[in-house]
């Protein structure tokens, strides 16, 4: 049965660094493009970052770009978003997703994830 576990949440302060991790059970997901979400108390969940199955392509949310950086390690079945300059409103729960495609020209949409984790607690307060 296909697991995708994320790690790495937590509470940090504003202007703090945190970086989540997403392990897949499936050699077969080396093929899809994973993407990382979040979703904050109230609001929809959004797309935050995305990565092509060879971990050349990525894409970026307008609002994380430049302080985001998505990863991949095909060899360990993981995939990383690391996340710098935090700030409140990324405050949330980050999940990750598999896709059913290799690439998807944006942050990888909601409604074409094959597989879900169970999503990591990122806070950030002082």
């Known amino acids: 049965q296909l697991q995708l576990v994320e790690s790495g949440g937590g509470w940090v302060q504003p202007g703090g660094s945190l970086r989540l991790s997403c392990a897949h059970s499936?050699?077969?997901?080396?093929?899809?493009?994973i993407g990382w979400f979040r979703q904050a108390p109230g609001k929809e969940r959004e797309g935050v970052s995305c990565?092509?199955?060879?971990?050349?392509?990525?894409n970026y949310a307008d609002s994380v770009k430049g302080r985001f950086t998505i990863s991949r390690d095909n060899a360990k079945n993981t995939v990383y978003l690391q996340m710098n300059s935090l700030n409140a409103e990324d405050t949330a729960v980050y999940y990750c997703?598999?896709?059913?495609?290799?690439?998807?020209?944006?942050?990888?949409?909601?409604?074409?994830?094959?597989?879900w984790g169970k999503g990591t607690l990122v806070t950030v307060s002082s």
């Open positions: 997703a598999v896709g059913r495609s290799d690439w998807y020209g944006s942050t990888c949409p909601v409604y074409d994830m094959n597989y």
């Open positions: 499936a050699l077969t997901l080396r093929y899809n493009a």
């Open positions: 990565i092509s199955t060879s971990g050349r392509r990525t």
